[in-house]
């Protein structure tokens, strides 16, 4: 019916205070894997409660992270974000859009079909690429994100978005498998790194990725198999696309907590 959920936890609003002191812009992501609420009223009540969420905690704007909608709702979906634009904008806030990686316009892949990246980016301000997940949960084990197919799917945004808006997801999770099947659950390096020093595991790197690959086969515990970026995953990823003219507007990183303390060095020694 277009209400939104809370799941900011209970201490939001000091988090939120300690990053507007930093002088940073707070913009809370709203997330979505349902569709139905692109139709009226409802559509109109979801615009209303989230300029509302902007408005009555005076934050700098939002992020819409909606993914996974029918192909049929394209056009039901670029015209709510760009009614949601213009009602953010008329009130001087900003609004970000977070899509599904891409290298074509109409891929096979529904969820990203179904996303008008031309009419969404003239919508936003920030336009945030998921440059991630090419292997997914629910597939045989495989690195979070190829540099290669990244590389595709940064050219195609540069062609159809252009660079002003465009922001690469780097991912700071990873992957486990247990028994070498799906589904996969996600991890962090953090959790991967105290597995490889308690059983003093290799770590060697995924090609494609450059990611860690541990892979856990120990008596009495189960089969598994994780891939998981690290600094070092993140400064290659970096310099790839710092060669390549692919890093744009900057990047989106998806999540934090748990990951290789050294990325951030990394992301400030390839910072412009």
């Not at 904008?89 to 529904?110: D, F, I, M, N, Q």
């Not at 595991?201 to 450059?210: H, I, N, T, V, W």
Request: no cysteine; proline share 7%.
């Amino acid at each position: 019916e277009g209400r939104i959920l809370t799941r900011a936890g209970v201490d939001w609003q000091a988090q939120v205070q300690a990053w507007r002191a930093a002088g940073l812009l707070v913009m809370p992501s709203v997330f979505a894997t349902h569709s139905g609420f692109l139709a009226e009223p409802q559509v109109s009540a979801h615009i209303d409660a989230l300029v509302t969420l902007v408005e009555e905690h005076d934050f700098h704007g939002l992020d819409l992270d909606y993914e996974e909608f029918p192909l049929e709702t394209k056009e039901r979906f670029s015209r709510f974000v760009e009614r949601l634009a213009a009602a953010l904008h008329a009130r001087g806030r900003l609004l970000s859009v977070t899509v599904h990686a891409k290298t074509e316009p109409t891929p096979p892949y529904e969820g990203a079909a179904a996303q008008d990246w031309p009419r969404l980016a003239a919508a936003a301000d920030m336009f945030n690429v998921m440059t991630y997940d090419y292997t997914n949960r629910n597939e045989p084990p495989g690195p979070v994100a190829d540099r290669a197919w990244v590389a595709a799917v940064m050219a195609h945004g540069l062609q159809v978005v252009g660079p002003e808006k465009l922001a690469v997801g780097l991912p700071f999770y990873g992957y486990v498998w247990k028994r070498d099947r799906p589904p996969a659950v996600a991890t962090t390096w953090e959790a991967a790194s105290r597995q490889v020093e308690q059983f003093r595991l290799e770590a060697p790197r995924d090609p494609g990725s450059g990611e860690l690959i541990v892979r856990l086969d120990v008596t009495g515990l189960p089969k598994q198999v994780t891939y998981v970026s690290d600094a070092t995953t993140t400064a290659a990823r970096l310099a790839a696309l710092t060669a390549q003219g692919q890093l744009a507007a900057g990047v989106a990183i998806w999540g934090v907590g748990g990951e290789d303390p050294a990325a951030w060095q990394a992301l400030r020694d390839a910072r412009p």
